[in-house]
């Protein structure tokens, strides 16, 4: 698991998106589960640690091969 350390301004959106390029439901409740000490911030605190889980990527086939 990797650490984060807020900078003056930091917000956990933006933190996660610069970790993982892109952010949806799956990676933050991951994130989330790992920082319980953060859910009641919007702006970080400065020296606040962010841990970042390693989040495994699903691929999924596309189900649009064939329409019929």
């Known amino acids: ?4 350390r807020a900078i003056e301004g930091d917000r956990l959106d933006i933190i996660v998106f610069k970790a993982y390029g892109r952010i949806d439901a799956h990676i933050m409740d991951a994130v989330m589960e790992a920082n319980p000490h953060l859910l009641d911030k919007t702006v970080l605190s400065v ?5 970042l889980p390693e ?8 189900t649009a091969k064939a329409l019929w």
Do not use: H
Request: charged fraction near 20%.
């Open 1 to 4: 698991m990797n650490q984060y």
């Open 47 to 51: 020296g606040d640690i962010v841990y």
């Open 55 to 62: 989040i495994k990527t699903v691929q999924s086939e596309s």
